[in-house]
């Protein structure tokens, strides 16, 4: 059949092309196609284009365990992930495999042709396109590409300059000279101020509340010394090994000894932004890790705050007005240009609607089995990053327990996998719940549902994560269906490896 595949990826960004990479490393019987909306690969890394843009995690463990970053530098500019993504799909040929300016927008599988169909729109032309697969797996993450989160400030229509939203930077924005309020204390706004600062006349970060921010080495010193005496390949397992365990070690140190951790984060601080600046601005009223930390690299954030190129003002505005914003305390500050760094808006499956027999499903109202499989929809699977460690740890985990899971269902001959949940197994609480940020609180309505057991419940504990994607596909949660037509079964493949 045309436009027919063994496996279906929607989304051509780190997540999807990691899959694609996985299918051809481990399962290379399975034909496959990537569906990918925009007019590149890349997803985050093509979309967000702000000056500064950077991974929030350290690259030796936010890069592919089976394509390890090899760079020096920790937290990689945008430019250069692009880069590493384009590289590593070149390498496995999945760049052959991507339909790109295709919009998914339905999936309905039918339980008689035990068959996907995907509708895809290109939205230039306006033209829908079929395609037909065995499996589904949605790698679109958890935003809306579409719109980032504004809230509504009062009196926003005066403003007589520029407002921004990160989402959608205008090219060739030209800021110098000017003077700038980026509205936002999280990771976005903490790496537009150092960027922006030096040609700017003036930035100043505007926040309700503080955020934990913790400095990294810009480059790895060690890994530079050691590449002179030993392998690259060494080199990088070692860092991504070290960097790993150091992350995992200050997590589960912020949610055992929360107040010392705090303390620590703010003394570290302290030492940066000198006695001059008040450390009401960076003193959040929760714990750590009750949301993310920011990280930058090299203080470069308290270097232009020291400098006096940039500010921080925490307080509650009380409207804009025609040169800048009005606080509720009085204060003005005047802009040229407003950045509201406000946030992401979440979004299911990338907008697409999910059917099965012609019949809407929301996944809003189911689990996920270890974190991948749709509860009760067969063929189905997503991959999910961490909110607590480097996104790839875990997309390249589900990547390839899919793989394991498609491997064992050929050499069985079975045709379809559904997980199935037991009575009083489902929690009111989401899948990102253990989470407090704005995002996940605004659109907790539609994420997966908790579970209160493993299977069911998704941990964000890579350790043990590692041991539950290794156990035996057939554990009595799955219930599988015989192949009914021979010629769609997939051959059994010897070739599956286990990733690090």
Not at 262 to 268: C, E, P, T
Request: neutral net charge.
């Amino acid at each position: 059949m045309q436009n027919h595949y063994d496996v279906l990826i929607i989304g051509a960004g780190l997540s999807g092309i990691g899959m694609g990479c996985h299918l051809v490393r481990e399962s290379p019987q399975l034909t496959y196609a990537i569906i990918e909306r925009r007019q590149a690969m890349g997803g985050t890394w093509d979309l967000f284009r702000y000056p500064g843009i950077r991974s929030d995690a350290d690259m030796f463990s936010f890069g592919y365990g089976f394509r390890r970053w090899d760079k020096l530098k920790t937290l990689a500019d945008g430019a250069s992930i692009r880069q590493y993504i384009a590289d590593t799909a070149a390498e496995h040929g999945v760049d052959h495999n991507i339909h790109y300016g295709l919009a998914s927008t339905e999936a309905n599988w039918s339980s008689t042709e035990r068959l996907w169909t995907l509708k895809t729109l290109d939205e230039k032309t306006g033209e829908v396109q079929v395609f037909t697969s065995r499996f589904v797996v949605s790698c679109v993450g958890y935003y809306n590409y579409d719109n980032g989160y504004l809230p509504t400030f009062p009196g926003s229509e005066r403003f007589q300059g520029q407002m921004i939203h990160p989402q959608h930077w205008p090219e060739n924005l030209d800021y110098r000279n000017k003077r700038i309020v980026i509205i936002g204390s999280g990771a976005t706004a903490v790496t537009l101020v150092p960027a922006l600062a030096p040609e700017a006349a003036h930035v100043t970060m505007l926040q309700r509340s503080p955020s934990y921010i913790i400095t990294v080495p810009g480059s790895d010193a060690l890994s530079a010394v050691l590449r002179h005496v030993l392998p690259m390949r060494w080199v990088s397992a070692f860092a991504r090994k070290r960097n790993i365990w150091l992350a995992r070690a200050i997590y589960k140190a912020a949610r055992r000894w929360p107040n010392k951790v705090r303390d620590w984060l703010l003394a570290n601080v302290k030492k940066q932004v000198g006695d001059d600046i008040d450390m009401r601005h960076f003193t959040p009223s929760y714990m750590p890790w009750d949301e993310r930390l920011c990280a930058v690299p090299d203080g470069d954030l308290f270097k232009v705050l020291r400098s006096g190129k940039a500010d921080v003002v925490t307080e509650h505005i009380q409207t804009f007005t025609e040169t800048g914003i009005r606080l509720k305390s009085g204060q003005e500050l005047e802009a040229d240009i407003i950045i509201t760094a406000t946030g992401l808006q979440l979004q299911a499956l990338g907008g697409m609607e999910l059917k099965v027999d012609g019949q809407r499903q929301n996944l809003a109202e189911r689990m996920t089995y270890k974190g991948a499989l749709a509860e009760d929809i067969p063929n189905m699977a997503s991959v999910f990053g961490y909110t607590n460690a480097p996104w790839t740890l875990k997309a390249d985990l589900v990547s390839h327990y899919l793989c394991r899971l498609y491997n064992y269902m050929g050499e069985h001959h079975f045709e379809v996998c559904t997980p199935k949940a037991p009575e009083g197994e489902k929690e009111a609480g989401s899948v990102m719940s253990t989470l407090d940020s704005g995002y996940v609180k605004r659109s907790a309505n539609l994420l997966p549902r908790q579970g209160r057991h493993l299977p069911w419940r998704v941990l964000n504990h890579y350790e043990q994560d590692r041991v539950m994607y290794k156990q035996p596909i057939a554990d009595g949660v799955l219930e599988f269906s015989p192949i009914s037509r021979q010629a769609t079964a997939p051959r059994s493949n010897s070739r599956a490896t286990e990733i690090s």
